[in-house]
């Protein structure tokens, strides 16, 4: 942790490694679970398409209309809410039902966070380091979800093992993944309740108010703006449908493919660590761009592969390099503007990738509900490097750094 971290800094990110620990689980055991249910692909891809709607909406509204209550009001408020999801969940098999909760709730079928807690958490961090220490700081906080992602990953092979000792259906064992889930969002809330009051900004911040010219603003909704194009992409292969995806094409079963995800958690969250290093090297906007082309590269190639061997390997390269932007990225949006619409501003920069994540899901569903071939994979590899060459097009003149105080202006 950077040396101004403190206590409540510690708290969040261990609530970041649960809630990841959750989402990990569920978002591995979402397709098959749906599957024994009797759902169609195609509404597999309709319930994954309505958490991303949800959380969409739940994030605008965090972001916009609790701006200025307490940080700690927030999160209460967003863990009650997980809580009721998994129970949801857990104890509605009708498809309309599950929908409506699925759009209602926090349900986070990605390898990443997209729910409402995100706006929130980067925010109440922001507050408490110095600019410097925010990508290293990023890091460590995406690198707790992601590792703990990759344990619940590996843990939602547990339903199917349980399912042979007891002779339960598999469908009933899983159903107890969703009941964790509503347990670590109560877990999470006592973690939240021991947080201090907000604090003034961090050494090294702008006084509230001091960026309001309309350059920081625009800067946000440009970023907005081709984030949402990454985002489109990235809706096509989301956890969830790659589970799908491999189950159609090569027959994995879930142990291996939650096994799969466990590694590639750990490549992705490890990873990570290098962004802070390389921003400072490269600057933010390039290590944002030269470590997602190659992913994306990855990922369009893995739809021709002919081995399940093969395929998960390229998955796995894939992984390795895919979120390292993320540190950068969010830093980089906590630099442009004043302290008081940070909340704001991380969730104008995700809700847009929120809503363009819906909206590609339910696409990908019937692509694989007509061909196993990875045409979800192809496809948003390429999207995804078009949306690299942009940024670096774009931004390639900003000499924005870490702890950089002054606003960049992009060419």
């Given at each position: 942790m950077p040396a101004s971290a403190g206590r409540p800094v510690r708290r969040v990110v261990l609530a970041r490694l649960l809630r990841g620990f959750a989402d990990g689980l569920v978002s591995v055991l979402l397709a098959t679970y749906l599957s024994g249910l009797g759902f169609s692909p195609f509404q597999v891809g309709a319930?994954?398409?309505g958490t991303l709607i949800g959380s969409a909406a739940l994030t605008l509204a965090v972001g916009l209309l609790a701006q200025g209550?307490?940080?700690?009001?927030?999160?209460?408020?967003?863990?009650a809410l997980m809580a009721l999801t998994g129970l949801g969940f857990a104890t509605s098999s009708a498809f309309w039902l599950v929908l409506a909760v699925a759009v209602a709730g926090t349900l986070n079928p990605t390898a990443g966070d997209v729910s409402l807690f995100l706006p929130t958490e980067q925010a109440y961090l922001a507050d408490r380091v110095d600019p410097p220490g925010r990508p290293r700081l990023y890091a460590r906080y995406n690198l707790a979800g992601s590792l703990a992602g990759a344990v619940g990953a590996l843990v939602s092979a547990a339903?199917?093992?349980?399912?042979?000792?007891?002779?339960?259906?598999?469908?009933?064992?899983q159903r107890l993944g969703f009941v964790v889930y509503s347990l670590v969002a109560v877990t999470i809330a006592l973690l939240y309740r021991g947080l201090p009051e907000d604090q003034p900004p961090a050494a090294g911040d702008p006084a509230p108010g001091r960026l309001r010219p309309r350059r920081p603003r625009r800067i946000v909704v440009e970023l907005a703006a081709l984030f949402s194009l990454d985002s489109a992409a990235g809706g096509l292969v989301v956890t969830s449908l790659l589970v799908l995806w491999l189950k159609l094409r090569f027959d994995l079963d879930t142990?291996?493919?939650g096994a799969v995800f466990f590694?590639?958690?750990?490549?992705?969250?490890?990873s990570q660590l290098l962004a802070g290093p390389l921003a400072a090297r490269i600057g933010l906007i390039r290590t944002m761009s030269f470590t997602h082309l190659p992913a994306n590269f990855a990922?369009?190639?893995?739809?021709?592969?002919?081995?399940?061997?093969?395929?998960?390997?390229?998955?796995?390269?894939?992984s390795a390099l895919s979120q390292m932007d993320v540190p950068a990225r969010q830093a980089f949006v906590m630099a442009v503007v004043p302290p008081d619409e940070r909340a704001a501003a991380a969730s104008i920069t995700n809700v847009p990738r929120s809503l363009a994540s819906a909206t590609t899901p339910l696409l990908a569903g019937a692509l694989l509900s007509r061909s196993t071939f990875g045409w979800p994979l192809l496809l948003a590899g390429l999207a995804k490097a078009t949306y690299d060459i942009l940024l670096l097009v774009l931004y390639r003149?900003?000499?924005?750094?870490?702890?950089?105080?002054?606003?960049p202006t992009p060419r």
């Open positions: 319930i994954v398409t209550r307490p940080h700690r009001t927030v999160l209460l408020a967003a863990s339903p199917e093992r349980l399912s042979d000792a007891t002779g339960w259906s598999l469908t009933t064992s142990a291996t493919t590694a590639a958690g750990l490549l992705t969250g490890s990922l369009a190639l893995a739809a021709f592969a002919p081995t399940p061997g093969l395929a998960v390997g390229l998955l796995l390269v894939r003149h900003v000499p924005e750094t870490p702890g950089a105080a002054r606003t």
